[in-house]
C-alpha cells in the first residue's frame, strides 16, 4: 500500500498547479486507518516524495493520527525525527465502560497514559478525539471525560456525538437489540454541557466539532472551512482545487492495481456556482466567524446575499434565538449550533 500512495503523489502533482506552479503545501495529514503504524522508513519516504513533488513550507503543520495503544516511547521519538509536529489521537473516552461500548482496542489507563507520554516526547501541540450521546454515557460522566482533558490542558480537542453507519456490524447489533440505540436528546444535552464547559476553560469553539486553546488551532481542519484547495491520497480520500472535486475508489485492491497501471482510481464532479454558494455557507456556518456579508456579495451577488438574509428572516431565526446577524457577518447562536445542518440546508440555492 506504501508503494502505491507514493506513486500516487507523484500521479497527482499536477492536481493543485497554481499558475503552472506546484502549491506550497501548509499542512499534511496522516490519517485514515491506522497511520501510526506505519514504520519511521515509510513515513520518511512518503514526506520524501511529497518534498520532490510540491514546496513544503518551513511552517507546515504535519499531524499523524494514531491510537492510544499504539503510542510508545519510540515511536513518538522515530516521528518527531521524521517531522511529525502535531498529533490527533483517538481517545474517544476516558471511561472504562464507553471503550468497551464502542469496541475500542485501548482502554482508560492507556488513554491517560498516551497523553502524558506525547507531552513527555515534546509534543505540545496536538488533539484528543472524544465522542458523546454514547448510550449509557451519563452526563456527569461526560462531564468527567471533559474535565480530565481540560486538567491535563490538552491544547485542541475534536467531539463529535457518536454516529452509526449504515451496514455496519454496529448497526447491526443495534437492530438485534444486542446494543442500546442513540438517544438524540441525550446528545444535543451533552453538546450543551460540551459548550459550557469548554467556554470556561478558556476554549475557543472555533468549529462546531473542535474545540481549541488560543493558538492551538488545526491548520489542517482549518484550511477546508475556509474552502482552501487540497489533494488526498489513498483509497477514498479526496481532493478539492477549486474547480473539481474528485474522490477516490474505496476498494484497496483495485486501487492498488489501478495504481500499478498508472492511473489513479477516482470519480470527479465540477462545482457549479450553486454548488460552491452551498458549500460556503454549509462549512462558514460551522465556524465562529460564520458567514461573512461582504464575502458572500463580492463571491456570488448582491442578490445571493439579499436572498440569504431575507430567509433568516422569513424562518424566524433571529428571534428564535438560533442565530446572530449584523451587517457584517451571519453566525450561529448556541442553540443554532445544535440544528446547524437544518439551518444551513434552509439557506441553500436549489
Known amino acids: 500500500m506504501v508503494n ?5 503523489i507523484a500521479l497527482s502533482h499536477d492536481f493543485l498547479l497554481n499558475d503552472g506552479k506546484p502549491e506550497i503545501i501548509e499542512t499534511i495529514y496522516f490519517g485514515g486507518g491506522t497511520p501510526s503504524l506505519l514504520s519511521e522508513v515509510d513515513i520518511k519516504n512518503l514526506l520524501n516524495v511529497i518534498n520532490d513533488h510540491y514546496t513544503i513550507a518551513s511552517d507546515a503543520e504535519i499531524t499523524l493520527e494514531a491510537n492510544p495503544d499504539d503510542i510508545t516511547e519510540e515511536k513518538l521519538i522515530a516521528w518527531k525525527r521524521c517531522g511529525i ?9 476516558f471511561q472504562e465502560k464507553d471503550l468497551k461500548w464502542m469496541n475500542r482496542a485501548h ?3 492507556q488513554a ?4 502524558l507520554r506525547a507531552k513527555s516526547a515534546g509534543f505540545h501541540n496536538f488533539s484528543i478525539d472524544l465522542i458523546y450521546g454514547i448510550p449509557g454515557l451519563t452526563d456527569d460522566e461526560w462531564r468527567k471525560n471533559i474535565d480530565v482533558a481540560i486538567a491535563n490542558n490538552i491544547p485542541h480537542m475534536a467531539c463529535y456525538a457518536l454516529t452509526i453507519e449504515p451496514r455496519t456490524a454496529l448497526q447491526k447489533m443495534i437492530e438485534l437489540k444486542k446494543k442500546e440505540p442513540v438517544d438524540a436528546e441525550q446528545q444535543a444535552r451533552q453538546f450543551e454541557i460540551l459548550m459550557e464547559r469548554s467556554r ?3 476554549y475557543e469553539h472555533y468549529e462546531i466539532s473542535n474545540f481549541a ?6 491548520k489542517h481542519n482549518s484550511s477546508y472551512w475556509q474552502g482552501k484547495k487540497y489533494v488526498g491520497i489513498g483509497p477514498s480520500a479526496h481532493s478539492y482545487n477549486g474547480i473539481l472535486r474528485r474522490w477516490n475508489v474505496a476498494n484497496n485492491p483495485v486501487y492498488i492495481q489501478s495504481i500499478k497501471n498508472n492511473k489513479i482510481p477516482f470519480e470527479e464532479e465540477k462545482l457549479t456556482a450553486g454548488n460552491k454558494l452551498n458549500e460556503y455557507i454549509m462549512i462558514s456556518l460551522r465556524t465562529m466567524e460564520g458567514i461573512n456579508l461582504k464575502k458572500l456579495q463580492e463571491e456570488f451577488s448582491a442578490h445571493e446575499k439579499l436572498r440569504i438574509v431575507q430567509l433568516i428572516n422569513t424562518n424566524n431565526y433571529q428571534s428564535r ?4 446577524l449584523n451587517e457584517e457577518s451571519i453566525r450561529l447562536t448556541d442553540k443554532g449550533k445544535l440544528f446547524a445542518d437544518g439551518i444551513a440546508s434552509s439557506l441553500f440555492k436549489v
Open 4 to 8: 502505491s500512495l507514493v506513486k500516487e
Open 85 to 93: 509536529n502535531r498529533l490527533s489521537i483517538g481517545i474517544q473516552s
Open 107 to 109: 482502554n482508560s489507563l
Open 112 to 115: 491517560t497514559e498516551s497523553i
Open 200 to 202: 470556561s476553560a478558556g
Open 213 to 218: 486553546k488560543p493558538g492551538s488551532r488545526s
Open 321 to 324: 434565538g438560533m442565530i446572530h
